[in-house]
């Protein structure tokens, strides 16, 4: 077994799924310890609960915890979760929600549902990881944004607010935690094949699949694994001096014409 994560715990939200499922598996295979933090058990997509399947496939060690990453206390009790395996070491800011919407309909109550979820929950889950990092003199925040936190989009303009402020908390968090030996990054995927593309926001398997297709250089869509993978690199010290970025993984789409 590899071990890039040795002697790591990581705390994850979202992480029963998607994004955050494939995050948490990738670095178990490093040997990090892990706490799913998510409001249901269940994978999305179907299959073993996220944290058997690392404790059945992997050496790593993993539990569940019930939270709505909109809640503060549930953010810090899943943080403390984390104690029993000797405490949070890395922070995944990943839950996250998306849809389309008609800016002109929009009302305040999706309005602040779609902030509390990608801002707030970002946010005060870095802040009760950081007050534990600090003290243990050192960690990592990931903070997942997207390519919409990067240029705007008129058919999901809240959803572009929140991932846009996801990259500016997290550049003003990495000038604040930093000299605490506390590094925070973000990663901006593009189009990853997850539940969110297949039904809250249908593009892979409809048309529109087609144009986005040739519009990333790649030609293909992300899967979940690609995130793991650049999660991985700025959770291990193969990113000691990467600090306060933000890091697009979408197969070349937003550099590009
Ligand atoms: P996903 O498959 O829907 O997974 C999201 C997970 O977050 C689900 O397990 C969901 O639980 C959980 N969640 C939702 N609200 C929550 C809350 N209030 N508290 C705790 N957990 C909550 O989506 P995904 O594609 O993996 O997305 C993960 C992250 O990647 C999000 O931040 C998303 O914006 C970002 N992202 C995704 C893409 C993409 O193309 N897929 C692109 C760019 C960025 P439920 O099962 O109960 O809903």
Redesign the pocket.
């Known amino acids: 077994m590899s071990t890039l994560l040795k002697d790591n715990v990581a705390v994850i939200?979202?992480?029963?799924?998607?994004?955050?499922?494939a995050i948490a598996r990738r670095f178990a295979s490093e040997g990090a310890d892990i706490v799913i933090?998510?409001?249901?058990e269940?994978?999305?997509?179907g299959g073993d609960l996220t944290h058997e399947l690392i404790e059945a496939e992997t050496e790593a060690r993993a539990t569940f915890v019930e939270?709505?990453?909109?809640n503060v206390g549930d953010l810090e009790t899943a943080v403390e979760a984390a104690e029993e395996f000797g405490g949070v070491t890395v922070m995944v800011n990943?839950?996250?929600?998306?849809h389309g919407e008609e800016f002109l309909e929009v009302d305040e109550d999706a309005f602040d549902r779609m902030m509390d979820?990608?801002v707030k929950?970002v946010y005060f889950g870095a802040q009760a990881a950081a007050k534990r990092m600090v003290e243990a003199g050192g960690g990592r925040i990931i903070n997942?944004?997207?390519?919409?936190g990067l240029e705007g989009s008129g058919e999901f303009i809240t959803?572009c607010g929140t991932?846009g402020a996801v990259r500016l908390l997290t550049y003003a968090m990495a000038a604040n935690l930093g000299p605490d030996g506390v590094r925070v990054n973000a990663i901006?995927?593009?189009?990853?094949?997850?539940?969110?593309?297949t039904e809250?926001y249908p593009i892979m398997g409809t048309d529109a699949e087609e144009d986005f297709l040739r519009s990333i250089p790649s030609r293909r869509a992300?899967q979940?694994e690609d995130?793991a993978d650049t999660a991985l690199y700025l959770a291990s010290d193969l990113s000691d001096y990467v600090n306060g970025e933000s890091l697009i993984v979408d197969g070349g789409m937003t550099n590009t014409q």
């Open positions: 939200t979202g992480g029963s799924s998607g994004n955050g499922r933090a998510d409001i249901q269940s994978p999305r997509e939270c709505d990453v909109t990943n839950a996250g929600i998306f979820i990608n929950g997942i944004s997207s390519v919409a959803y991932k901006h995927p593009g189009l990853i094949e997850t539940t969110m593309t809250d992300g979940p995130v």
